[in-house]
């Protein structure tokens, strides 16, 4: 069976230090997977795809398959980046699986 | 143009009552998804509608739960016979079609069942 792992609920970083949320995965088959973010008082939104290989906002995550992982990075955190964070796989053709969470908070 | 939009915002009931939940997409979205997430949970997927096929229905908890949706346009989630533990936020997503175009939420309904 499908499953996202985030283990950290919070995570609390100063501002312009490298920022790190991990994903751990278990899938079967070929995974797809994301980053969605849900900033204060906003919707749940995607923040980037594992198969477009983009950088948003200065994130990126990259998709290790021997470690079943998808952490998702960012070199130099800003207060803006403040936020809940989660993991989605895409399981079969239709829904997504998503983990629970990581809150961060950046600390100016 | 507009999100995906749901009502109500918040809604409370009574252990027992039927609720119904809406969603409105995004015109011209196919695909349209109900999720739920309670409290330090996950979101987990409920159901999934794409045009006029057969619904993925696979997330459902229990047959307390049912969703309509008419063609391409709006859904509603009903919840009967309600329960403390369907306390929730459900939240409504859209995409232009299945497969990996992005999924467009809405802001939620907050469910409470006292």
Redesign the interface.
């Known amino acids: 069976a499908q499953r996202?792992t985030?283990p950290e609920?919070l995570l609390s970083v100063f501002k312009g230090a490298p920022v790190e949320l991990k994903c751990n995965y278990s899938y079967s088959g070929s995974p797809?997977l994301f980053w969605y973010v849900q900033y204060s008082r906003q919707?749940?939104?995607?923040l980037l795809?594992h198969?477009s290989r983009e950088s948003i906002k200065g994130f990126t995550a990259d998709l290790n398959k021997g470690e079943t992982s998808f952490h998702l990075k960012k070199p130099f955190a800003q207060e803006e980046d403040s936020a809940m964070y989660?993991c989605?796989l895409?399981?079969?053709?239709?829904?997504?699986?998503?983990?629970?969470?990581t809150r961060l908070t950046v600390i100016p | 143009g507009a999100g995906v939009s749901q009502s109500p915002s918040n809604k409370v009931t009574e252990k027992g009552k039927d609720v119904e939940l809406r969603c409105d997409p995004i015109s011209g979205h196919t695909a349209l998804y109900w999720y739920r997430q309670r409290l330090g949970q996950g979101l987990e997927f409920l159901i999934y509608f794409q045009g006029n096929s057969a619904p993925d229905k696979s997330g459902l908890p229990s047959d307390r739960f049912s969703a309509e949706r008419t063609g391409e346009s709006v859904s509603t989630l009903t919840i009967q016979r309600t329960q403390q533990e369907d306390s929730a936020v459900y939240l409504c997503a859209s995409s232009v079609r299945q497969g990996r175009n992005e999924q467009f939420f809405g802001p939620g309904t907050r469910l409470t069942v006292l």
Do not use: D, H
Not at chain 1, 43 to 46: H, P
Not at chain 1, 90 to 101: D, E, H, M, Q, R
């Open positions: 996202v985030q609920k797809e919707r749940l939104q995607l795809r198969i989660y989605a895409k399981s079969g053709a239709n829904n997504l699986f998503f983990g629970t969470g």
